[in-house]
């Protein structure tokens, strides 16, 4: 579920590996259960502005319920393409039990299995993840305000100046050598403005949506590269490792028993479900 200046690349890259937050799910390759039954997705807070889909399959209708004033632009591109039929015909190309199952791509139309998860509609638009939040100011007490401040401030200086700042070169290179974002708590948000006259809004973020199990989400393949593919959370306790990362922009209200369903089918070493047995989208509709 994710390319400027080459000295800078080799400044940033090693850090932004070590400190990624991201982990790899360990995939689950036991046998599929064929039994499945309906399960109920866990009240949450849904916006008030929402649209009601149904997403027909050749194993049965998923509900859907779209939250357009959570997600205007993620909603409005779904509903656009599945009015356009882009959908119809598509199937899910990758199921993993206890985890997710993921369709959208208009490669899955063609007969070429090994582009699979490669498509989409030929643009990309960015994540409607976060809200904006209070200001940052003063001292940086937590580790999401020092994130916030080296994703905002630190990187695109170090990345868009020809001669960075000496202490905030240092200072990247002591986050670096110490692998953690923890040298950024000594200094003021003020502090990081004035070495790198950094002048626009810096407020904190508040999480739109988690990724929860029942879930309707983007995928992607890194910040901003939202396009036509999606996925739905199989797995009961959520994907927190994943808040943040994904847009989520609606959720199942009916038809998880088929989820589940389309989860636990046969499939290949990358998680494509055998040709025999693929769940393919014949439809999306929206009644009013």
Same mark, same amino acid.
């Given at each position: 579920?994710?390319?400027?200046?080459?000295?800078?690349?080799?400044?940033?890259?090693?850090?932004?590996?070590?400190?990624?937050?991201?982990?790899?799910?360990?995939?689950?390759?036991?046998?599929?259960?064929?039994?499945?039954?309906?399960?109920?997705?866990?009240?949450?807070?849904?916006?008030?502005?929402?649209?009601? +889909?149904?997403?027909?399959?050749?194993? !049965?209708? *998923?509900?859907?319920?779209?939250?357009? /004033? %959570?997600?205007?632009?993620? #909603?409005?591109?779904?509903?656009?393409?599945?009015?356009?039929?882009?959908?119809?015909?598509?199937?899910?190309?990758?199921?993993?039990?206890?985890?997710?199952?993921?369709?959208?791509?208009?490669?899955?139309?063609?007969?070429?299995?090994?582009?699979?998860?490669?498509?989409?509609?030929?643009?990309?638009?960015?994540?409607?993840?976060? +809200?904006?939040?209070?200001?940052?100011? !003063?001292? *940086?007490?937590?580790?999401?305000?020092? /994130? %916030?401040?080296?994703?905002? #401030?630190?990187?695109?200086?170090?990345?868009?100046?020809?001669?960075?700042?000496?202490?905030?070169?240092?200072?990247?290179?002591?986050?670096?050598?110490?692998?953690?974002?923890?040298?950024?708590?000594?200094?003021?948000?003020?502090?990081?403005?004035?070495?790198?006259?950094?002048?626009?809004?810096?407020?904190?973020?508040?999480?739109? +949506?988690?990724?929860?199990?029942?879930?309707?989400?983007?995928?992607?393949?890194?910040?901003?590269?939202?396009?036509?593919?999606?996925?739905?959370?199989?797995?009961?306790?959520?994907?927190?490792?994943?808040?943040?990362?994904?847009?989520?922009?609606?959720?199942?209200?009916?038809?998880?028993?088929?989820?589940?369903?389309?989860?636990?089918?046969?499939?290949?070493?990358?998680?494509?479900?055998?040709?025999?047995?693929?769940?393919?989208?014949?439809?999306?509709?929206?009644?009013?």
């Amino acid at each position: 579920m994710k390319n400027k200046n080459l000295k800078l690349v080799l400044i940033l890259i090693p850090v932004i590996l070590v400190l990624s937050l991201a982990t790899m799910y360990s995939l689950d390759k036991a046998n599929p259960n064929k039994t499945t039954k309906e399960e109920t997705v866990p009240e949450t807070t849904t916006p008030m502005a929402t649209t009601k +889909a149904i997403m027909t399959t050749t194993y !049965g209708n *998923i509900e859907l319920e779209l939250w357009g /004033e %959570l997600t205007p632009k993620t #909603v409005q591109n779904f509903i656009t393409l599945a009015q356009k039929d882009f959908y119809n015909g598509t199937y899910f190309h990758r199921v993993i039990p206890d985890f997710m199952i993921q369709g959208g791509d208009p490669n899955t139309k063609d007969d070429n299995r090994a582009n699979d998860g490669q498509g989409g509609p030929g643009y990309a638009f960015e994540d409607e993840c976060y +809200a904006p939040g209070q200001e940052l100011k !003063g001292e *940086i007490t937590n580790m999401t305000s020092a /994130e %916030l401040v080296w994703n905002k #401030v630190i990187v695109p200086h170090m990345q868009e100046s020809k001669t960075p700042n000496a202490d905030i070169d240092a200072l990247v290179k002591e986050c670096q050598k110490a692998k953690s974002l923890s040298p950024i708590m000594k200094n003021t948000v003020e502090y990081y403005r004035e070495k790198t006259g950094f002048t626009a809004p810096l407020n904190t973020q508040i999480l739109n +949506a988690k990724v929860e199990y029942g879930t309707l989400c983007m995928a992607n393949s890194g910040p901003n590269t939202n396009g036509s593919q999606f996925f739905i959370v199989t797995k009961k306790d959520g994907t927190p490792w994943l808040d943040g990362k994904h847009t989520v922009f609606g959720k199942v209200t009916k038809g998880m028993d088929i989820v589940h369903t389309i989860e636990q089918l046969p499939r290949d070493r990358s998680d494509n479900p055998n040709q025999d047995v693929q769940a393919f989208i014949t439809g999306i509709s929206f009644p009013k």
